[in-house]
């Protein structure tokens, strides 16, 4: 089919309510490394990696061998019995988290939003309570708890459907809540997490859910106290620390495996997907023996720990240590950094501010970053977004008003593309009117 006939198709068969990118959206055909090529023959280079989702390459060929492999021997069997790609993964996994954790055993269901249903059930039977800390400007998924645990108006699809769900004040330096200054504000993000519990909880809670960095909500990274202050606050009250790692983990920012390791705390209870297994649908919970045990009605996953997707999670993670990964993002989010600093040297006007970690980066489009006002800039980033495609550049979108472009290629690219990455966005920015 040529991409208009996909175009029309989608149209007619899928449900309005599925957000595309693109004025005219992009039918994608097949991708190799970091190129994806639509259905019409054009190439774009992949500076989003389907949403953090190919966390190593396209058709990566340790994965693409070990799917082969995988499929022709056992496709499925459900977590009604356990073989040896889902036990391998289980004990790779345990070996990446600190042994200071006590974080080794694992639920592996087939999405974020699942895995972090998961760790709400872990919590509230481990510790008897029901109610739940999440953040503003936070996104967890689509179920009926997730959307209930989601932080910004924009994918609240329904009001909030799980009762005893509180939203503590977002953690950002550049748009504080409190209109303070970091480090002046002594925390006070983090801080009044004490008042929410006080004033608007029993005084007890299950648990605080947090990304270690917003994904969604536009790669926002909290001031590095913020973790220490308030996971404390949250186990004065009873509750335990839920890291949501779906797109901050596998060494996506840098020198660590998991993001929450950047902030000096230790959760009780990890999620991660996406990254997982470089494009196959996989997730996991994992936890400490003794929350792990406090579960205590009998649950499965049907599709939780696929012997398929659970060797290309083994393919990729292995590929992942051999590769070092956490280095190499390190060292390519650094260099991708200074090219978007430069960006921002250039277009000081409209590009308010250049954050995250690793290769997970974002900027900021505003309208009058000189003045000081960080007005959101969503038309002329959805100008530049257009602009990007043109150019054959691959991007992501988020924030709060839409207006933060989210960057996060495939880890194995190399510096080359990085900088024909920065070309091609320097070119979109520009042709959009940038200042």
């Not at 997730?146 to 009001?159: I, K």
């Not at 919970?285 to 696929?306: D, H, V, W, Y």
Request: hydrophobic share 40%; with cysteine; charged share 20%.
């Amino acid at each position: 089919m040529t991409s208009n006939e996909i175009r029309e198709k989608a149209k007619r068969y899928l449900m309005p309510s599925v957000i595309q990118y693109y004025e005219e959206n992009l039918a994608v055909d097949h991708a190799k490394g970091v190129r994806v090529t639509d259905h019409d023959g054009r190439e774009y280079l992949d500076f989003f990696g389907g949403i953090l989702t190919v966390s190593l390459a396209h058709a990566e060929p340790s994965v693409v061998n070990a799917v082969r492999v995988q499929v022709e021997r056992l496709a499925h069997i459900s977590t009604l019995y356990p073989n040896e790609p889902i036990v391998h993964v289980a004990e790779l996994l345990a070996g990446m988290m600190p042994t200071s954790t006590g974080i080794t055993q694992s639920f592996f269901v087939s999405s974020g939003t699942e895995a972090d249903e998961m760790a709400v059930m872990l919590a509230m039977s481990h510790t008897g309570k029901q109610e739940l800390i999440a953040l503003r400007n936070g996104y967890s998924g689509r179920s009926a708890l997730a959307q209930s645990l989601m932080g910004h108006a924009n994918w609240r699809v329904l009001p909030q459907q799980i009762a005893g769900i509180k939203h503590a004040a977002q953690p950002d330096c550049y748009r504080c809540p409190f209109g303070k200054t970091y480090p002046s504000c002594d925390i006070q993000c983090a801080r009044d997490i004490e008042n929410l519990i006080q004033y608007t909880t029993t005084g007890q809670i299950a648990g605080f859910l947090a990304e270690p960095v917003q994904g969604v909500g536009g790669f926002v990274v909290p001031p590095k106290e913020y973790f220490q202050v308030a996971v404390e606050i949250v186990r004065k009250y009873g509750g335990l620390f839920i890291a949501d790692e779906v797109q901050t983990g596998f060494g996506r920012t840098g020198e660590h495996w998991w993001g929450w390791q950047h902030f000096g705390v230790t959760p009780d209870i990890v999620t991660m997907a996406k990254g997982i297994a470089n494009g196959l649908p996989a997730a996991n919970c994992m936890t400490r023996p003794e929350i792990a045990k406090s579960l205590p009605r009998q649950t499965l996953s049907t599709f939780g720990g696929n012997p398929v997707a659970m060797a290309a999670a083994g393919a990729t993670i292995e590929t992942m240590q051999r590769e070092d990964i956490r280095a190499r993002s390190q060292r390519l989010g650094a260099h991708l950094r200074e090219g978007l600093l430069a960006l921002q040297q250039k277009y000081p006007r409209n590009i308010g501010q250049v954050r995250g970690l690793g290769l997970m980066l974002a900027i900021e489009m505003v309208a009058d970053e000189p003045a000081g006002n960080r007005t959101p800039e969503a038309a002329l980033t959805a100008r530049v977004f257009e602009n990007s495609k043109r150019e054959g550049l691959l991007i992501g979108k988020g924030g709060r008003w839409g207006n933060c472009f989210r960057i996060a290629p495939p880890m194995l690219i190399s510096e080359a593309d990085l900088d024909e990455g920065l070309q091609k966005l320097d070119r979109a920015l520009a042709a959009g009117g940038a200042q």
